[in-house]
């Protein structure tokens, strides 16, 4: 007897085992790329603009996986393709604050990061070493403005206010 309650036991033990892995597998599979687009975004956020005293009603970073969507579905849309080497860049900084920008939604960030190469192709970025703010109206563009990088923050203000 005692041999057959230790054999259901063990049987009953391996079962709740491979039920707890079973929602373990699951619950890693639902929830580890989601957690793990948020770290992404997070740690560009942190990188890119760390330095970027804007206020968030001027100057928002783009998710890097919503940025298709985003152009597609919002009306009228600011994006500022920035290198990472160049999103620090005092100049640039110091030219979107002085600027009066005039737009009544905020400018998205995207930085330069994953799929640079697609990036440029796909949305015609002239230059990876320089900023480019494109205006999307319902999927299309509207206006490009290449900000070159030799400008300074007056010259970069100046292109930027033009826009």
């Known amino acids: 007897m005692k041999n057959k309650a230790d054999t259901k036991l063990h049987l009953f033990t391996l079962g709740m085992l491979a039920v707890v892995l079973a929602l373990a597998l699951i619950v890693a599979t639902l929830f580890v ?3 793990r687009g948020m770290i992404r975004t997070q740690q560009i956020a942190a990188v890119v603009t760390g330095k970027v005293m804007l206020p968030k009603s ?3 970073l783009m998710p890097v996986d919503e940025l298709d969507r985003k152009i597609t579905t919002t009306d009228d849309l600011h994006i500022l393709y920035v290198p990472v080497s160049f999103a620090k860049e005092k100049n640039l900084q110091k030219a979107l604050k002085e600027t009066k920008l005039s737009f009544k939604e905020p400018i998205y960030l ?3 990061v994953y799929g640079i190469a697609e990036t440029k192709q796909f949305y015609h970025l002239t230059s990876l ?4 703010l ?3 109206s ?3 563009e509207v206006k490009r403005l290449s900000l070159p990088t030799a400008n300074n923050a007056d010259q970069l203000a100046a292109l ?3 826009y």
């Open 129 to 132: 070493e320089e900023p480019t």
């Open 160 to 162: 930027l206010s033009q």
């Open 134 to 136: 494109i205006t999307y």
């Open 110 to 112: 995207y930085p330069l």
């Open 33 to 35: 790329p989601r957690l």
């Open 58 to 60: 001027t100057l928002q």
């Open 138 to 140: 319902k999927g299309r």
